[in-house]
């Protein structure tokens, strides 16, 4: 049975984790080559040309809405986050430096618009969660191959469960939920994304984890699979 982590956040420990946040050469050539393209398809598109930004869409659009439905938990909402997102990118391209990388200048952007859909709607009082799916059905979309395609039983309890637990949640803990186990961002780019630092992106990183795994045990505790984008979350580690 998985033991959850302490109470306290140990400062040391996530130091210590925050020094090993490092890819392995494959990860950074593959990131750095990732980055190279979006900029070049970036000064394209400040060059005039519109059917460079439309690559830029092409390359970041699933990945985009993903993010934007694992904070607002509604389809209809994130696919409007999504779009607004790329509208005002573009709109704002001339105020992208370039210090960071386009796609955390580009997800700050979608972790914005997602804050403000909820903070709407809390003013309305009516956050509408119904017929939501879970995160891994919005990555569905993507193309990505589920784990048991030959357990729908099982899989639509587990959806059941993790759309269940992903609402619990906080705003903010799913945005870095979904950030680092189903993006796999480092904690550089989070707190680029998040616009806060790395300190608090492990400290905010670890009550997370807690929190999804202290909804998701009962689940694993009957000895079922948890898909291995929220497997870390579960175990804690």
């Given at each position: 049975?998985?033991?959850?982590?302490?109470?306290?956040v140990d400062?040391?420990?996530?130091?210590?984790?925050?020094?090993?946040?490092?890819?392995?050469?494959?990860?950074?050539?593959?990131?750095?080559?990732?980055?190279?393209?979006?900029q070049?398809l970036?000064?394209?598109?400040?060059s005039?040309?519109?059917?460079?930004f439309?690559?830029?869409?092409?390359?970041?659009?699933?990945?985009?809405?993903?993010?934007a439905?694992?904070?607002?938990?509604?389809?209809?909402?994130?696919?409007?986050?999504?779009?607004?997102?790329?509208?005002?990118?573009?709109?704002?391209?001339?105020?992208?430096?370039?210090?960071?990388?386009?796609?955390?200048?580009?997800y700050?952007?979608?972790?914005?618009?997602?804050?403000?859909?909820?903070?709407?709607?809390?003013?309305?009082?009516?956050?509408?969660l119904?017929?939501?799916?879970?995160?891994?059905?919005a990555?569905?979309?993507?193309?990505?191959?589920?784990?048991?395609p030959?357990d729908?039983?099982?899989?639509?309890?587990?959806?059941?469960?993790?759309?269940?637990?992903?609402?619990?949640?906080?705003?903010?803990?799913?945005?870095?939920i979904?950030?680092?186990?189903?993006?796999?961002?480092?904690?550089?780019?989070?707190?680029d994304?998040?616009?806060?630092?790395?300190?608090?992106?492990?400290?905010?990183l670890?009550?997370a984890?807690?929190?999804?795994?202290?909804?998701l045990?009962?689940?694993?505790?009957?000895?079922?699979?948890?898909?291995a984008?929220?497997?870390?979350?579960?175990?804690?580690?």
């Open positions: 049975m998985n033991r959850f982590p302490p109470s306290s400062i040391d420990e996530l130091e210590k984790q925050m020094s090993t946040d490092q890819r392995n050469p494959e990860q950074a050539q593959a990131r750095a080559a990732q980055n190279q393209i979006d070049s970036v000064e394209a598109t400040r005039g040309d519109r059917q460079a439309g690559k830029l869409v092409e390359r970041y659009q699933r990945r985009v809405y993903a993010l439905f694992g904070i607002v938990r509604n389809r209809d909402d994130a696919w409007d986050v999504a779009q607004e997102a790329f509208v005002k990118a573009y709109r704002n391209l001339d105020r992208y430096e370039g210090t960071a990388a386009f796609f955390t200048w580009l700050r952007i979608t972790y914005n618009l997602s804050i403000d859909v909820l903070r709407e709607k809390s003013r309305r009082d009516q956050v509408t119904e017929d939501n799916q879970n995160v891994e059905d990555l569905r979309r993507d193309g990505r191959p589920t784990d048991h030959d729908m039983a099982t899989r639509k309890e587990l959806q059941a469960v993790l759309q269940t637990a992903m609402n619990r949640l906080t705003e903010k803990h799913r945005a870095i979904v950030l680092r186990e189903v993006e796999g961002l480092s904690y550089e780019e989070m707190a994304v998040l616009g806060i630092s790395k300190g608090t992106v492990m400290s905010r670890f009550h984890r807690q929190n999804l795994q202290a909804l045990q009962p689940y694993v505790e009957k000895g079922q699979e948890v898909p984008s929220l497997k870390l979350a579960v175990q804690g580690g």
